[in-house]
T-cell receptor, first 115, second 116 residues
Framework: GNSVTQMEGPVTLSEEAFLTINCTYT??????LFWYVQYPGEGLQLLLK?????DKGSNKGFEATYRKETTSFHLEKGSVQVSDSAVYFC??????????????FGTGTRLLVSP | DAMVIQNPRYQVTQFGKPVTLSCSQT?????MYWYQQKSSQAPKLLFH???????NEADTPDNFQSRRPNTSFCFLDIRSPGLGDAAMYLC???????????????FGDGTRLSIL
Protein backbone atom coordinates (compact mmCIF):
# COMPACT_ATOMS: atom_id res chain seq x y z
CA GLY A 1 0.00 0.00 0.00
CA ASN A 2 0.89 3.64 -0.10
CA SER A 3 3.15 4.95 2.63
CA VAL A 4 5.19 7.95 3.76
CA THR A 5 8.57 7.89 5.49
CA GLN A 6 9.94 10.91 7.34
CA MET A 7 13.24 11.50 9.04
CA GLU A 8 13.15 10.90 12.77
CA GLY A 9 13.35 13.81 15.14
CA PRO A 10 13.81 15.81 17.03
CA VAL A 11 15.57 18.21 14.72
CA THR A 12 17.27 20.83 16.88
CA LEU A 13 18.38 24.09 15.29
CA SER A 14 19.41 27.57 16.29
CA GLU A 15 17.36 30.52 15.13
CA GLU A 16 18.11 31.59 11.52
CA ALA A 17 19.54 28.18 10.61
CA PHE A 18 18.56 26.38 7.41
CA LEU A 19 15.98 23.63 7.77
CA THR A 20 15.50 20.43 5.80
CA ILE A 21 13.08 17.70 6.83
CA ASN A 22 13.24 14.70 4.53
CA CYS A 23 10.14 12.92 3.27
CA THR A 24 9.92 10.05 0.81
CA TYR A 25 6.85 8.19 -0.32
CA THR A 26 5.72 4.95 -1.88
CA UNK A 27 2.62 5.13 -4.02
CA UNK A 28 0.93 3.70 -7.04
CA UNK A 29 -0.27 6.26 -9.49
CA UNK A 30 0.22 9.96 -8.92
CA UNK A 31 -0.68 11.07 -5.43
CA UNK A 32 -0.84 14.64 -4.20
CA LEU A 33 1.64 15.51 -1.45
CA PHE A 34 1.20 17.66 1.63
CA TRP A 35 2.99 19.05 4.64
CA TYR A 36 0.93 19.59 7.80
CA VAL A 37 2.20 21.31 10.95
CA GLN A 38 1.05 20.72 14.53
CA TYR A 39 1.96 23.43 17.07
CA PRO A 40 1.98 22.49 20.75
CA GLY A 41 -1.52 21.94 22.05
CA GLU A 42 -3.18 22.50 18.67
CA GLY A 43 -4.57 20.47 15.79
CA LEU A 44 -2.95 19.88 12.43
CA GLN A 45 -2.81 22.74 9.92
CA LEU A 46 -2.11 22.45 6.22
CA LEU A 47 1.24 24.12 5.56
CA LEU A 48 1.66 23.51 1.82
CA LYS A 49 0.79 21.09 -0.95
CA UNK A 50 1.81 19.95 -4.45
CA UNK A 51 -0.44 18.11 -6.83
CA UNK A 52 1.90 16.92 -9.61
CA UNK A 53 5.52 16.23 -10.41
CA UNK A 54 7.88 19.25 -10.27
CA ASP A 55 5.26 21.39 -8.51
CA LYS A 56 6.64 23.50 -5.69
CA GLY A 57 4.43 24.23 -2.72
CA SER A 58 5.29 27.21 -0.54
CA ASN A 59 3.89 29.03 2.47
CA LYS A 60 5.28 31.13 5.35
CA GLY A 61 8.83 30.76 4.02
CA PHE A 62 8.59 26.98 3.81
CA GLU A 63 8.78 25.19 0.50
CA ALA A 64 8.81 21.65 -0.88
CA THR A 65 9.15 20.30 -4.41
CA TYR A 66 7.37 17.17 -5.69
CA ARG A 67 10.19 15.00 -7.07
CA LYS A 68 8.78 12.00 -8.88
CA GLU A 69 12.18 10.61 -9.89
CA THR A 70 13.31 10.34 -6.27
CA THR A 71 9.78 9.95 -4.79
CA SER A 72 10.55 12.76 -2.37
CA PHE A 73 8.91 15.89 -0.98
CA HIS A 74 11.50 17.41 1.35
CA LEU A 75 10.51 20.43 3.43
CA GLU A 76 12.92 23.39 3.51
CA LYS A 77 13.13 26.82 5.08
CA GLY A 78 16.00 29.22 4.68
CA SER A 79 15.91 30.76 8.16
CA VAL A 80 13.92 29.21 10.98
CA GLN A 81 12.41 31.07 13.92
CA VAL A 82 11.64 29.98 17.45
CA SER A 83 7.96 30.15 16.51
CA ASP A 84 8.51 27.38 13.94
CA SER A 85 8.98 24.84 16.73
CA ALA A 86 6.31 22.23 16.08
CA VAL A 87 5.75 18.73 14.71
CA TYR A 88 5.72 18.49 10.91
CA PHE A 89 3.83 15.73 9.10
CA CYS A 90 4.33 14.73 5.50
CA UNK A 91 1.25 13.16 3.86
CA UNK A 92 -0.02 11.88 0.55
CA UNK A 93 -3.48 11.46 -0.84
CA UNK A 94 -4.51 7.92 -1.57
CA UNK A 95 -7.34 7.87 -4.08
CA UNK A 96 -9.93 5.21 -3.60
CA UNK A 97 -12.08 3.73 -6.32
CA UNK A 98 -14.98 5.70 -4.91
CA UNK A 99 -13.14 8.94 -5.54
CA UNK A 100 -12.56 9.53 -1.85
CA UNK A 101 -9.03 10.67 -1.21
CA UNK A 102 -7.61 9.39 2.04
CA UNK A 103 -4.65 11.11 3.66
CA UNK A 104 -1.74 8.83 4.56
CA PHE A 105 0.56 10.49 7.09
CA GLY A 106 4.17 10.00 8.03
CA THR A 107 5.06 9.63 11.70
CA GLY A 108 5.96 13.31 12.09
CA THR A 109 9.23 15.14 12.78
CA ARG A 110 9.57 17.37 15.79
CA LEU A 111 11.46 20.63 15.20
CA LEU A 112 12.96 22.51 18.12
CA VAL A 113 14.39 25.97 17.44
CA SER A 114 16.39 27.71 20.14
CA PRO A 115 17.11 31.46 20.34
CA ASP B 1 -12.32 31.73 15.85
CA ALA B 2 -12.11 27.98 16.24
CA MET B 3 -13.87 26.26 13.35
CA VAL B 4 -13.52 22.62 14.43
CA ILE B 5 -14.06 22.24 18.15
CA GLN B 6 -13.37 19.10 20.10
CA ASN B 7 -14.58 18.51 23.62
CA PRO B 8 -13.19 17.76 26.03
CA ARG B 9 -9.48 18.39 25.42
CA TYR B 10 -8.61 15.70 27.97
CA GLN B 11 -10.76 12.71 28.87
CA VAL B 12 -10.06 10.05 31.44
CA THR B 13 -12.13 6.89 31.59
CA GLN B 14 -11.94 3.50 33.20
CA PHE B 15 -11.07 0.27 31.46
CA GLY B 16 -14.25 -1.07 29.86
CA LYS B 17 -16.38 2.00 30.61
CA PRO B 18 -18.01 3.51 27.51
CA VAL B 19 -16.83 6.96 26.53
CA THR B 20 -17.99 9.52 23.96
CA LEU B 21 -15.86 12.21 22.36
CA SER B 22 -17.46 15.20 20.70
CA CYS B 23 -16.68 17.27 17.62
CA SER B 24 -18.51 20.28 16.25
CA GLN B 25 -17.85 22.47 13.24
CA THR B 26 -18.93 25.92 12.11
CA UNK B 27 -17.76 25.46 8.50
CA UNK B 28 -20.88 23.70 7.23
CA UNK B 29 -18.64 21.08 5.62
CA UNK B 30 -20.10 17.89 4.22
CA UNK B 31 -17.36 15.55 5.39
CA MET B 32 -16.26 14.83 8.93
CA TYR B 33 -13.38 12.48 9.85
CA TRP B 34 -12.13 10.81 13.00
CA TYR B 35 -8.44 9.93 13.38
CA GLN B 36 -6.58 8.11 16.12
CA GLN B 37 -3.04 9.28 16.85
CA LYS B 38 -0.93 7.28 19.27
CA SER B 39 2.24 8.67 20.78
CA SER B 40 4.95 9.30 18.18
CA GLN B 41 2.83 7.74 15.45
CA ALA B 42 1.02 9.05 12.40
CA PRO B 43 -2.69 9.91 12.58
CA LYS B 44 -4.73 6.91 11.48
CA LEU B 45 -8.14 7.33 9.87
CA LEU B 46 -10.88 5.45 11.71
CA PHE B 47 -13.91 6.47 9.66
CA HIS B 48 -15.58 9.39 7.99
CA UNK B 49 -19.05 10.70 7.22
CA UNK B 50 -20.01 12.18 3.91
CA UNK B 51 -23.17 13.97 4.92
CA UNK B 52 -25.12 11.13 6.58
CA UNK B 53 -23.25 8.31 4.85
CA UNK B 54 -20.91 6.48 7.20
CA UNK B 55 -17.67 5.03 5.83
CA ASN B 56 -15.66 2.74 8.04
CA GLU B 57 -12.00 1.90 7.44
CA ALA B 58 -11.48 -1.83 7.03
CA ASP B 59 -9.13 -2.13 9.99
CA THR B 60 -11.12 -0.02 12.49
CA PRO B 61 -12.09 -2.19 15.46
CA ASP B 62 -15.80 -2.82 16.11
CA ASN B 63 -15.29 -1.20 19.49
CA PHE B 64 -15.30 2.17 17.76
CA GLN B 65 -18.57 3.66 16.56
CA SER B 66 -19.64 7.08 15.35
CA ARG B 67 -22.78 9.17 15.13
CA ARG B 68 -23.55 12.28 13.17
CA PRO B 69 -26.94 13.63 14.21
CA ASN B 70 -26.63 16.76 12.05
CA THR B 71 -24.16 18.62 9.84
CA SER B 72 -22.46 20.37 12.74
CA PHE B 73 -21.84 17.54 15.18
CA CYS B 74 -20.09 14.20 15.10
CA PHE B 75 -19.42 11.83 17.98
CA LEU B 76 -16.91 9.06 18.53
CA ASP B 77 -18.14 6.28 20.83
CA ILE B 78 -15.77 3.74 22.29
CA ARG B 79 -17.94 0.97 23.70
CA SER B 80 -15.42 -0.82 25.91
CA PRO B 81 -12.12 1.04 26.01
CA GLY B 82 -8.99 -1.00 26.47
CA LEU B 83 -5.55 0.21 27.51
CA GLY B 84 -4.50 0.15 23.87
CA ASP B 85 -7.12 2.77 23.02
CA ALA B 86 -5.31 5.50 24.93
CA ALA B 87 -4.44 8.05 22.27
CA MET B 88 -5.14 11.49 20.85
CA TYR B 89 -8.34 11.51 18.82
CA LEU B 90 -8.50 14.09 16.05
CA CYS B 91 -11.60 15.31 14.27
CA UNK B 92 -11.34 16.93 10.85
CA UNK B 93 -13.70 18.30 8.22
CA UNK B 94 -13.57 19.01 4.52
CA UNK B 95 -16.04 20.67 2.24
CA UNK B 96 -16.58 17.75 -0.07
CA UNK B 97 -15.81 14.11 -0.56
CA UNK B 98 -13.90 13.85 -3.75
CA UNK B 99 -11.12 16.35 -3.50
CA UNK B 100 -8.46 16.58 -0.85
CA UNK B 101 -6.55 18.54 -3.49
CA UNK B 102 -8.43 21.79 -3.38
CA UNK B 103 -10.40 21.18 -0.23
CA UNK B 104 -8.00 20.75 2.65
CA UNK B 105 -8.96 18.99 5.82
CA UNK B 106 -9.46 21.30 8.80
CA PHE B 107 -8.47 19.73 12.10
CA GLY B 108 -9.60 20.32 15.65
CA ASP B 109 -7.15 20.45 18.54
CA GLY B 110 -7.87 16.86 19.51
CA THR B 111 -9.01 15.03 22.62
CA ARG B 112 -6.39 13.14 24.58
CA LEU B 113 -7.94 9.99 26.02
CA SER B 114 -6.44 8.20 29.00
CA ILE B 115 -7.58 4.79 30.26
CA LEU B 116 -7.25 3.88 33.94
Amino acid sequence: GNSVTQMEGPVTLSEEAFLTINCTYTATGYPSLFWYVQYPGEGLQLLLKATKADDKGSNKGFEATYRKETTSFHLEKGSVQVSDSAVYFCALSDRRNTGFQKLVFGTGTRLLVSP
Amino acid sequence: DAMVIQNPRYQVTQFGKPVTLSCSQTLNHNVMYWYQQKSSQAPKLLFHYYDKDFNNEADTPDNFQSRRPNTSFCFLDIRSPGLGDAAMYLCATSRDHTGVLNQPQHFGDGTRLSIL
